[in-house]
């Protein structure tokens, strides 16, 4: 079963910074793409960034600047550097896992980790 596990969530102040951690399972799945969500209250899931197995970044417009994805495919891990918070950030942040080149799904997703950005 694969499995995906999120920790680094917390309260900071604007400016602040904050590094987000996904652990997963699966040997066979180390060079899986790999992304970080987020969802407000009251509002959609969206994409914030996305990494391939090669290393290849995506981000969100509203982020671009100050979060920066990375990984550790010998950890199975995916990270979430963020910096220069502002209160917008303020959502809950969930870690994702495409399979669909495996055969499996897209919907591999994290228990979510709680970043408030507040004074």
């Known amino acids: 079963q694969v499995q995906l596990v999120e920790s680094g969530g917390g309260l900071v102040q604007p400016g602040g910074s904050l590094r987000l951690s996904c652990a997963s399972s699966?040997?066979?799945?180390?060079?899986?793409?790999m992304g970080w969500y987020r969802q407000a209250p009251g509002k959609q899931r969206g994409m914030v960034a996305v990494i391939t197995g090669g290393g290849t970044t995506t981000y969100a417009d509203s982020v671009k600047g100050r979060f920066t994805i990375s990984r550790d495919n010998a950890k199975n891990t995916v990270y979430l550097q963020m910096n220069s918070l502002k209160p917008e950030d303020t959502a809950v942040y969930y870690c994702?896992?495409?399979?669909?080149?495996?055969?499996?799904?897209?919907?591999?997703w994290g228990q979510g980790t709680q970043v408030t950005v507040s004074s």
């Open positions: 699966g040997s066979i799945f180390s060079r899986a793409t």
């Open positions: 994702n896992k495409d399979l669909r080149p495996y055969g499996l799904s897209n919907q591999y």
